[in-house]
């Protein structure tokens, strides 16, 4: 089990929501991070892709010059 730390501003929002929705804490954070981390990836993936074909024109240009 991964035990994390987070800021008491987000701690007491998880805990106002839990008890407004009658949700447990863990299911907010679980939810949460389900939905956010496959966000991430989506981002990471576009940001190699712009990366290699940055690298490629930079390859070429310098073969170019040659």
Known sequence: ML????PHDIENK???VSRER???ET???TN??????PL??????TEFELWDALSDEA???FEYEL
């Open 3 to 6: 035990r994390i730390s987070i």
């Open 14 to 16: 998880i805990k106002q």
């Open 22 to 24: 009658t949700i447990s």
């Open 27 to 29: 299911s907010i954070v």
């Open 32 to 37: 949460a991070l389900k939905y956010y981390l």
């Open 40 to 45: 991430i990836e989506e981002g990471l993936e």
């Open 59 to 61: 390859l070429v240009n």
